[in-house]
């Protein structure tokens, strides 16, 4: 026969919940929320920093990713691979939410070399960061796929990939002209072991088969002679 619990045994049970309830509400009530607004892929794809940390490239700002802050001063910086850097200081009210209207200006870039190096990155999760030689130049999505791919010069270069909550990888490049190189691997949540990637090259000639290189070999990644 079920048993029913007594008043006083209701109480233990509701007081606890409620109290959570009471905390979650007044947790909501005191962070401000802070939502981006941009005209076109450009700034929608751009990368955006709070207060100096990266938070996600802007179109993925909302729902979960929501940006919530403290009362108080916060710095927005956003960036684009050849664009200038938007800034914009806001004051976070409790409870209120602000929109960033971000619009990205063109900024002056010098002539590309002749010949060019192409880097392709495949790494999961697909929203992470991209730096070259320690700037932002786009997300990872950016540079996967048939037909897209990162164009830089020959020669050494460092490619950093960083995501809130998730190891940062970094490793060296050297390609050749006209070579691929591809970088493959999946960010590790912070705490978890470190994986090996897969970073791959190939030039434009036929018989030049690609190289595989693990982490331990990424300095290194052009092909053997």
Same mark, same amino acid.
């Given at each position: 026969?079920?048993?029913?619990?007594?008043?006083?045994?209701?109480?233990?049970?509701?007081?606890?919940?409620?109290?959570?309830?009471? $905390?979650?509400?007044?947790?909501?009530?005191?962070?401000?929320?802070?939502?981006?607004?941009?005209?076109?892929?450009?700034?929608?794809?751009?990368?955006?920093?709070?207060?100096?940390?990266?938070?996600?490239?802007?179109?993925?700002?909302?729902?979960?990713?929501?940006?919530?802050?403290? %009362?108080?001063?916060?710095?927005?910086?956003?960036?684009?691979?050849?664009?200038?850097?938007?800034?914009?200081?806001?004051?976070?009210?409790?409870?209120?939410?602000?929109?960033?209207?971000?619009?990205?200006?063109?900024?002056?870039?010098?002539?590309?070399?002749?010949?060019?190096? /192409?880097?392709?990155?495949?790494?999961? !999760?697909?929203?992470?960061?991209?730096?070259?030689?320690?700037?932002?130049?786009?997300?990872?999505?950016?540079?996967?796929?048939?037909?897209?791919?990162?164009?830089?010069? !020959?020669?050494?270069?460092?490619?950093?990939?960083?995501? %809130?909550?998730?190891?940062?990888?970094?490793?060296?490049?050297?390609?050749?002209?006209?070579?691929?190189?591809?970088?493959? $691997?999946?960010?590790?949540?912070?705490?978890?072991?470190?994986?090996?990637?897969?970073?791959?090259?190939? /030039?434009?000639?036929?018989?030049?088969?690609?190289?595989?290189?693990?982490?331990?070999?990424?300095?290194?990644?052009?092909?053997?002679?």
């Amino acid at each position: 026969m079920k048993k029913a619990l007594r008043p006083s045994l209701w109480a233990m049970f509701l007081i606890p919940t409620l109290l959570l309830s009471l $905390t979650a509400y007044a947790g909501n009530d005191v962070m401000g929320e802070i939502q981006f607004e941009g005209k076109s892929d450009i700034e929608k794809t751009s990368g955006v920093w709070v207060d100096g940390e990266y938070v996600g490239y802007l179109k993925e700002l909302k729902g979960s990713k929501t940006v919530l802050l403290l %009362p108080g001063d916060h710095e927005i910086l956003v960036r684009q691979d050849g664009y200038k850097d938007f800034k914009e200081k806001v004051i976070v009210q409790p409870g209120q939410k602000q929109v960033v209207i971000v619009s990205m200006e063109k900024a002056a870039t010098g002539q590309l070399p002749d010949v060019l190096a /192409t880097v392709k990155i495949e790494v999961i !999760p697909s929203r992470a960061a991209v730096f070259l030689d320690g700037l932002f130049v786009g997300h990872v999505g950016e540079f996967k796929g048939p037909g897209r791919g990162m164009l830089v010069a !020959p020669g050494t270069h460092q490619i950093k990939i960083a995501l %809130p909550g998730y190891q940062t990888f970094e490793t060296d490049i050297n390609p050749l002209a006209n070579q691929k190189v591809q970088i493959k $691997t999946d960010l590790v949540k912070n705490g978890a072991p470190l994986a090996k990637p897969l970073i791959t090259t190939e /030039t434009s000639d036929a018989g030049q088969a690609p190289v595989a290189r693990d982490s331990a070999q990424a300095g290194q990644a052009n092909p053997e002679k």
